[in-house]
């Protein structure tokens, strides 16, 4: 048992181990990847100013390998059961420690490949240092997975179009903007949705926003899937 704050659902967190008979060593990391990859349950590692985590944190979880060839080209091989409940975030994440008002921008750009089958989302996950409040922004959803919370109406945002929803998950407040149809590629300027929640809806205050996260949030991948970060960056200022 080991507590987390790695990512999506793991704030104030008791996460169980691995599922028994999990296959840890289910997959190496492809051949081009040279400079880092484990199997480890809560690997991570610093590249070129980005940590990736393989954080898996859900019950019932199965095998999971992250590999890097670099900070922000990166993947997993999932073998998650088909059943319900998030089982893992692998996430690549940066700093920003911050505040809303006090950045003059906050972007990131991103290119992932994708399984068609299975249950998961691509995400960015967005703290402020104190993880009171969690930002998500959904570029894709395949599967039986939803959001946490109510519909708060959609809004355009950021160059991105999406439906809003509002609730908590115990621990901290949750705004999860879901992009009203799937994008492997494209730019999302942050700092607008930000102030949208603090200044146009007055859900949060002038937090500082601490990490930056970009990931996989995976219910379900039985059989072994592939999920690849072919690029993503973050640049504020």
Request: proline share 3%; aromatic share 10%.
């Amino acid at each position: 048992m080991a507590s987390r704050i790695l990512g999506r659902g793991t704030k104030a967190l008791l996460a169980p181990a691995l599922a028994l008979g999990a296959t840890v060593g289910l997959a190496s990391a492809p051949a081009s990847a040279a400079v880092w990859n484990s199997c480890d349950q809560w690997a991570n590692t610093n590249l070129n100013g980005y940590t990736l985590y393989n954080n898996i944190w859900g019950g019932g979880a199965g095998a999971q390998c992250i590999w890097a060839n670099s900070g922000t080209n990166w993947g997993v091989n999932a073998n998650h059961p088909n059943t319900g409940g998030i089982k893992s975030y692998p996430n690549q994440t940066k700093a920003i420690n911050k505040s809303i008002t006090s950045l003059g921008s906050l972007s990131s750009s991103y290119n992932v490949s994708v399984p068609s089958s299975g249950a998961y989302n691509t995400s960015y996950d967005i703290w402020d240092t104190d993880h009171d409040y969690e930002i998500m922004l959904w570029v894709n959803k395949t599967g039986a997975v939803g959001p946490i919370g109510t519909s708060q109406g959609s809004v355009s945002l950021g160059s991105h179009s999406w439906n809003v929803f509002k609730g908590t998950n115990g621990a901290n407040e949750v705004f999860s903007f879901i992009r009203t149809s799937n994008s492997s590629a494209g730019t999302v300027n942050i700092l607008p949705i930000l102030k949208w929640i603090k200044d146009t809806k007055g859900w949060m205050g002038n937090e500082t926003i601490g990490d930056v996260q970009f990931g996989f949030e995976i219910t379900s991948s039985s059989g072994g899937l592939d999920f690849r970060t072919n690029s993503m960056t973050v640049s504020s200022s």
